[in-house]
């Protein structure tokens, strides 16, 4: 194979020296010399550096840059401004305009309330800003569309967009007109090499039309009569398509206040009333569901650095994305490091008094140019404030760790047998004490002691009460998505939970126990397992999650409750009467 590229790399050095009247040994010499900074280098022998340079400096200038630079520090600053300052998906506005956008954007959502609160989906795009797009726009949808617009597929609707053949409005919108379909959307193999796995969900293209894994053709719904998306349950759709409009009127509200803040220019206390707006409108429980939803719609495998995540790839295998509770909390946090650290704005100032509007889309237009040390200084700037951004970021999400456990509220359950004649006046004494303690709690931030010797009240020794029956060691509650163990809460991800439910659902019905692992697929992923390898690493990544999430309530407690028996499957190491199913 490597005879191969040499001999491939010999021809294009001939090509290029033919077609730029140059000696082909310089040639020679400049892609060794490439080979060791692939951002240059790109595909050798095809597309590199070397084809971009071309068109913006005379050949002679153009070879002598990559013979007498830098490689390593010439490569770093290509692909800074050709990789990532003049992506669509960048955020690369200064604080007026970023404002100014943010507005804009609460303005979309108000347009597109009536569609996505019916579908979690909009009925336009956000053209000003491809990065608050892709950020805000989508709402929690429970099913994906068999076509968005002109009735073609979602990855032909990305090609459409690219080529300028998509419908758009006046402002440059993409106006949407969505499709449904009875049968669901599979995991497809978009690429596969020994290092790269890209999948999306859709469906497989037959000789008429979309088919099914089993060759049958699609059939075109109704919204209501069309399948979920892969791997959500019925019972957390209904679920979100209850809470979009409470969502909705939350991520209004956060964005109005971020860009007020952006305008006056007043960071101060921002977080504070961001993470005040979630306290009033969400719960702990429902916090952390719509958290877990958000793993559910993001790639298997696929971990997107926090830091970074304002700049997604075309090549993601996701076409849409669910514009979550994660992406409000990136939201405030890239709003208060533009106000804080201001790493966008300042290299956007920078960069515009260098060399003007519009911005430069490529590195090598500014070579040979007075500018090219401004444009240097901006970069160098960019990397310091990167730097500083990252370590930001970092603390910001550790503050948000910290809202979520110590702010949000949660309901507590106290069960407690008294005489009958006492039990009016008993809840009352209970009530008022919880009033006293909550009130001292929200003022002070400290709970109350009770001194044994006090003469008012007796001392309390708290006991836990389990919320589950009296001879149940595991409830489940299939509805609103909880789990208890001897009463401890079990918290753990929508598709663990499912195959929890599943094992305890077969104990409840006074079977055996064990559910196997096709069972187990079958009920996550329906109508997918067509590549055994990547079937069996599924399942046994999602027994880990269940048992990592068991571990945390009791040390140990995955491996001792959760019995796995070769070719047969999995149990829970329980009776029938130690499960409560509801």
């Not at 400049?30 to 060791?36: A, N």
């Not at 500014?366 to 990397?383: E, H, K, M, S």
């Not at 702010?407 to 004490?433: P, Y």
């Not at 079958?522 to 590549?531: C, I, M, N, V």
């Amino acid at each position: 194979m490597d005879d191969v590229v040499s001999r491939l790399l010999e021809g294009y050095c001939h090509i290029l020296a033919r077609r730029h009247s140059l000696d082909v040994a310089r040639f020679r010499a400049v892609f060794h010399r490439l080979g060791d900074v692939p951002w240059l280098a790109g595909k050798l022998p095809g597309h590199t550096a070397l084809d971009e340079v071309f068109k913006c400096l005379p050949p002679e200038d153009a070879l002598r840059l990559f013979e007498d630079e830098d490689l390593a520090e010439l490569g770093r600053r290509v692909a800074l401004i050709d990789g990532l300052l003049v992506r669509e998906f960048t955020p690369f506005y200064t604080l007026e305009e970023l404002a100014n956008l943010g507005r804009e954007c609460v303005a979309h959502l108000e347009r597109n309330r009536e569609s996505l609160l019916l579908t979690g989906h909009p009925s336009a795009s956000f053209a000003r800003s491809p990065f608050l797009d892709w950020h805000l726009t989508r709402l929690y949808f429970t099913r994906l569309p068999l076509t968005v617009q002109g009735r073609r597929s979602p990855s032909h609707q990305t090609v459409a967009e690219m080529t300028d053949l998509a419908e758009r409005d006046e402002a440059g919108n993409l106006i949407y007109s969505y499709t449904w379909a009875r049968e669901p959307a599979e995991v497809l193999r978009v690429k596969e090499t020994r290092y790269v796995h890209l999948r999306q969900l859709g469906y497989r293209r037959g000789s008429t039309g979309p088919v099914t894994a089993q060759g049958e053709p699609v059939n075109e719904c109704s919204y209501e009569e069309a399948a979920l998306a892969p791997g959500l349950w019925p019972e957390d759709a209904a679920r979100l398509e209850m809470m979009r409009a409470r969502l909705l009127d939350l991520r209004i509200r956060v964005v109005h206040r971020l860009s007020e803040a952006v305008l006056t220019r007043s960071a101060c206390d921002l977080e504070e009333q961001c993470f005040t707006l979630l306290e009033d409108a969400l719960t702990h429980e429902e916090a952390k569901f719509l958290l877990d939803v958000d793993l559910l719609y993001t790639v298997e495998g696929l971990r997107v650095d926090p830091v970074l995540a304002w700049a997604p790839a075309r090549s993601r295998s996701v076409i849409f994305n669910n514009s979550g509770l994660f992406d409000l909390f990136h939201m405030i946090g890239h709003f208060a490091k533009e106000m804080t650290v201001g790493t966008m704005h300042r290299t956007a100032l920078h960069l515009r008094s260098a060399v003007g509007e519009p911005p430069v889309s490529s590195y090598f237009q500014v070579v040979g140019r007075r500018t090219r040390t401004a444009v240097d200084a901006a970069l160098d700037d960019f990397l310091r404030l990167e730097r500083t951004e990252k370590g930001f970021m970092k603390e910001y999400y550790a503050r948000v760790d910290r809202a979520l456990e110590t702010r949000l509220v949660e309901d507590v359950t106290v069960s407690r047998r008294v005489r009958r004649g006492w039990s009016t006046q008993f809840r009352s004494m209970l009530n008022s004490f919880a009033d006293f303690v909550e009130t001292l709690g929200n003022a002070t931030g400290q709970f109350p002691t009770l001194s044994p010797s006090s003469p008012a009240v007796s001392p309390i020794v708290p006991h836990p009460q389990p919320t589950s029956p009296a001879d149940a060691v595991l409830e489940v509650r299939v509805a609103s998505h909880q789990a208890h163990f001897r009463g401890t809460p079990l918290s753990m991800p929508p598709r663990a939970f499912r195959v929890l439910v599943l094992l305890a659902r077969q104990l409840a019905e006074g079977g055996e126990g064990w559910v196997t692992r096709e069972a187990i697929y079958d009920t996550l992923w329906p109508g997918s397992r067509d590549d055994e390898m990547v079937y069996l690493s599924q399942i046994d990544d999602t027994v880990k999650e269940l048992r990592r999430s068991l571990d945390r309530a009791e040390p140990s407690l995955g491996r001792r409750l959760v019995k796995t028996k070769s070719r047969v499957g999995y149990r829970l190491d329980l009776s029938p009467a130690d499960v409560a199913l509801r």
